[in-house]
């Protein structure tokens, strides 16, 4: 069942928490902080997502690395969560995302129709 333009859901590959043990905490709660923007954007727009924590199911975290374009892969490691997903369709990365917040594009950046705002009766 395929789900409106206003309903789709989207994934978020997320990590809760570092598998490196050289990796500081300071970076974790950045990775945390830009996870939290993302759910509050789409929980104050309504829009379905399900989070997914990489960090749980090394099949989400394999899948994720795999469909990240070679151009937004980091040279060396792997991609950072979050990712954010339309099904099976790239979105892009934290910076992208706020970007298109930033220029009011998020919505198309999302692969949704824009919203417009409601107006009140008279």
């Not at 945390?32 to 099949?59: G, H, P, W, Y």
């Not at 706020?98 to 008279?122: I, Q």
């Amino acid at each position: 069942m395929e789900a409106s333009d206003s309903t789709k859901c989207f994934e978020f590959c997320f990590m809760s928490h570092w598998e490196n043990v050289i990796c500081i905490k300071q970076g974790i709660s950045v990775i945390k902080k830009k996870q939290q923007d993302v759910v509050r954007f789409l929980e104050a727009n309504k829009i379905e997502f399900e989070e997914v924590d990489i960090t749980m199911s090394e099949e989400q975290r394999q899948w994720m690395y795999k469909n990240v374009p070679p151009e937004k892969k980091p040279t060396q490691g792997n991609p950072l969560p979050p990712q954010i997903f339309n099904g099976d369709r790239y979105c892009g990365d934290y910076d992208s995302f706020f970007e298109s917040k930033e220029s009011n594009t998020v919505f198309s950046f999302l692969g949704l129709k824009p919203r417009l705002a409601s107006k009140a009766e008279p």
